[in-house]
């Protein structure tokens, strides 16, 4: 009966420990797609601030001490990247505390698309 009770106990603890272990794992690759996520975010916002970093610094730039720069500028001939922040893929922060930034990143990605300004 004892040797029956070692043998349970064991099984147990390793049946506990593979269970710990899956969790891990399965959190790790949460983790990791998210990481991805924000990579994916992160290179969408950089691709929008290079485009408007050039668009400055080539148009506006240039004549920004003319009185009537308005008239002047030429027409911007390049489109700007036609990439969007998937901000469905990160919806997984509502249930974080940075549950703003989602909200952020919204309202950016409808200022760039709209070339408003706040």
Same mark, same amino acid.
């Given at each position: =009966?004892? /040797? &029956? %009770?070692?043998?349970? &106990? %064991?099984?147990?603890? #390793?049946?506990?420990?593979? &269970?710990?272990? /899956?969790?891990?794992? $399965? $959190? @790790?690759?949460?983790?990791?797609?998210?990481?991805?996520? &924000?990579?994916? *975010?992160?290179?969408?916002?950089? !691709? @929008?601030?290079?485009?408007?970093?050039?668009?400055? %610094?080539? @148009? !506006? =730039?240039?004549?920004?001490?003319?009185?009537?720069?308005?008239?002047?500028? @030429?027409?911007? +001939?390049?489109?700007?990247?036609?990439?969007?922040?998937?901000? !469905? *893929?990160?919806?997984? !922060?509502?249930?974080?505390? /940075?549950?703003? +930034?989602?909200?952020?990143? #919204?309202?950016? /990605?409808?200022?760039?698309?709209?070339? #408003?300004?706040?």
């Amino acid at each position: =009966m004892a /040797e &029956f %009770a070692i043998q349970a &106990f %064991a099984t147990l603890i #390793g049946a506990a420990a593979a &269970f710990a272990l /899956e969790a891990l794992r $399965r $959190r @790790h690759e949460r983790q990791g797609a998210q990481i991805e996520q &924000f990579k994916a *975010a992160l290179f969408v916002l950089i !691709l @929008h601030r290079t485009f408007l970093r050039t668009l400055h %610094a080539q @148009h !506006l =730039m240039l004549r920004s001490e003319d009185p009537i720069r308005a008239y002047s500028i @030429h027409p911007i +001939l390049v489109a700007p990247p036609h990439e969007s922040v998937d901000l !469905l *893929a990160l919806s997984f !922060l509502l249930s974080s505390k /940075e549950a703003e +930034l989602l909200n952020r990143l #919204g309202v950016a /990605e409808a200022q760039y698309r709209t070339c #408003g300004v706040s």
